[in-house]
């Protein structure tokens, strides 16, 4: 079945890691993203990315930092910059404008 | 640029009551507008789309109906069940602006008590 998938499902960082956060869709979307979503709030969009070796940066990209290097591909890494990392975040895809958004089941960073 | 603005929540609700969450959009051109929900600790999923005016989506007893005059696309469902209690999200997409990229509402968190 095509999807996205992301992983880990968990995840933890120490206070001054680096951590990567996977992302992988088969759907053979162009376009990809990463939102952060704090409880009770709405999207706020991290990066994005409409070609492989190109990206954007969305309303909250500092602290963030991303690739593309694949299509199937978009890995984000939180870095020790972020100062307030522990959020769920979530990927997504779509073939591109006026097309709907397909959601990954999210991972839930917690800095210990 | 683009903006969706949803009525505030949250929303309590007894079983089988009848269920309005409002939406309205500013956007460039026409849009493509969608509703998605969200089960805790999930990811969206896409409810229903419709992507021209008057055009009426519709799934699992969800409808919403894409009114151009008023830049609105409220969400209804005539009998709400519990398994409803969810987050859901209005959102449009337009090629035009924001490079195709979606722009969501806040979310209006729906609880279905039994």
């Known amino acids: 079945d095509g999807g996205i998938t992301q992983s880990p499902k968990y995840l933890f960082r120490k206070e001054g890691q680096n951590v990567t956060l996977s992302c992988e869709q088969n759907?053979?979307?162009?376009?990809m993203y990463w939102y952060r979503q704090d409880p009770g709030q709405g999207l706020r969009l991290i990066y994005y990315?409409?070609?492989?070796?190109?990206?954007q940066k969305g309303d909250i990209a500092e602290g963030y930092s991303v690739s593309r290097e694949k299509k199937e591909s978009f890995p984000l890494t939180v870095t020790s910059a972020q100062k307030n990392p522990t959020a769920f975040y979530l990927c997504a895809s779509q073939e591109g404008g006026y097309t709907e958004a397909f959601f990954g089941q999210g991972t839930r960073l917690t800095v210990v | 640029g683009d903006s969706v603005t949803q009525m505030e929540g949250p929303v309590t609700l007894s079983e089988e009551a009848f269920l309005t969450i409002n939406c309205t959009y500013t956007a460039t051109g026409y849009p493509s507008l969608f509703w998605y929900v969200q089960y805790p600790g999930e990811g969206l999923q896409l409810l229903l789309k419709?992507?021209?005016?008057?055009d009426k989506g519709s799934n699992k007893g969800f409808e919403a109906t894409y009114r151009k005059e008023t830049t609105s696309f409220h969400l209804e469902k005539g009998s709400v069940q519990v398994s409803d209690s969810a987050v859901y999200f209005c959102?449009?997409?337009?090629?035009?602006?924001?490079?195709?990229?979606?722009?969501f509402g806040d979310g209006t968190t729906l609880t279905v008590k039994p």
């Open positions: 959102a449009l997409s337009s090629a035009r602006a924001n490079a195709g990229k979606s722009t």
């Open positions: 759907l053979n979307h162009d376009a």
């Open positions: 419709a992507t021209k005016a008057d």
């Open positions: 990315s409409q070609i492989v070796n190109d990206f």
